[in-house]
């Protein structure tokens, strides 16, 4: 069990997965990513991990039936109900994935996660510096990390690096993240060791211009050394285009979340439901979920979804020996999406999610 937990971190970062194409992964004639439901190489591992420890979960009974009936009632009045399915699905994964790990008694977080996690995160920091400076994907072996092909000179393409991730923002969160972990556990580590992952955390946080990742640290900072606080020193130049797209996104979120407060438009189905509520969105990229964690449960799951999801920060919050780690997620949840669309950052909001639950 301990086994497949450590494997589990080692391989967090990748994304190697078998996509399946469906025709409810279209919009505006557009297939869009997320919309695709794809089986993960971390999916197998975690199946195999709750197959092992699902006897130790136990679960009051209320909250299975609330939960089952919830998700068929969303299911159900959802207008792409096959990626509403995969989505409930994924939930249900890592809810369980979480349990596992709060019940397993013998879990250590630096020898079963930081430890394993930081290994593989050489390898991809160090992709992510090849990748800048050849202004492209590296190609070989790192395909089977999970790493897409792409050309910075492609005008659809961010240029920066992605390294096995989807987009340089997820990576750049995903790296802020467990820098924190990094940091908390740096007597652990063999000194030099911790120093060169360190450094390259650092490059690669520049070098991905992530603008709410740096607006995390900076709030960060506030918060660590309170008397900086009357210090401008943050001058960020947001694009026009920037700005009017997650506006627009808001806007949107806001539509939907009047016309079905109550159990919102279905999970997974906010991007669906935007030629509904607006004709703003014409371009592949521009048909994205909006850029905010507790919007986009509140439009895809109404009232009900994000009470019980501010209960489960709520409760996390109250149980965690350090909070960094978890107000970096929040933070940069406030300004993008991917804590809860993309494998990697899911996956890292569990673990940090169970860590501080099984920490009670």
């Given amino acids: 069990m301990l086994y497949l937990i450590s494997l589990l971190s080692f391989f967090l970062p990748t994304q190697l997965g078998l996509h399946f194409d469906i025709l409810q992964s279209t919009v505006y004639g557009f297939q869009i990513d997320y919309l695709i439901p794809t089986l ?20 009051r009974l209320w909250i299975v039936c609330f939960f089952v009936i919830f998700a068929s009632f969303n299911i159900y009045i959802s207008s792409y109900f096959i ?16 349990l596992v790990i709060i019940n397993t008694k013998k879990f250590d977080v ?11 995160m050489i390898i991809i920091n160090i992709l992510a510096i090849l990748q800048y400076f050849n202004k492209s994907s590296i190609g070989g072996i790192f395909y089977y990390l999970g790493e897409r092909s792409f050309l910075f000179s492609d005008p659809n393409v961010s240029p920066f690096p992605y390294s096995t991730f989807s987009h340089p923002n997820s990576f750049a969160g995903f790296l802020l993240v467990f820098g924190i972990f990094l940091i908390q556990f740096k007597n652990k580590f063999n000194k030099k060791y911790f120093w060169l992952l360190l450094s390259l955390i650092g490059i690669n946080l520049i ?4 603008l709410n990742v740096y607006i995390a640290i900076a709030v960060l900072v506030l918060l660590r050394v309170p008397k900086i606080y009357n210090s401008s020193f943050l001058f960020i130049n947001f694009s026009e285009r920037f700005i009017t797209h997650r506006i627009e996104l808001i806007k949107a979120s806001w539509v939907m979340i009047k016309e079905n407060f109550l159990f919102g438009v279905g999970l997974n189905n906010f991007i669906p439901n935007l030629p509904k509520v607006t004709n703003s969105f ?6 994205q979920p909006v850029h905010n964690i507790f919007l986009l449960i509140f439009s895809e799951t109404g009232v009900f979804g994000l009470i019980a999801f501010c209960f489960l920060i709520f409760f996390s919050f109250s149980l965690a020996t350090s909070h960094y780690a978890l107000i970096t997620i929040l933070l940069t949840g406030l300004s993008d999406h991917y804590w809860l669309t993309l494998q990697q950052n899911i996956l890292l909001l569990t673990y940090t999610l169970a860590i501080n639950y099984a920490k009670k």
């Fill in 110 to 120: 630096f020898k079963h996660f930081v430890r394993p996690l930081s290994y593989s």
């Fill in 40 to 59: 993960y190489l971390t999916d197998i591992i975690i199946f195999l991990i709750i197959f092992l420890g699902l006897r130790k979960i136990k679960i």
């Fill in 282 to 287: 014409l371009n592949a990229w521009e048909l």
């Fill in 207 to 210: 070098i991905t211009n992530s």
């Fill in 83 to 98: 990626p509403t399915i995969y989505k409930w699905l994924k939930v249900t994964e890592m809810v369980l994935l979480g």
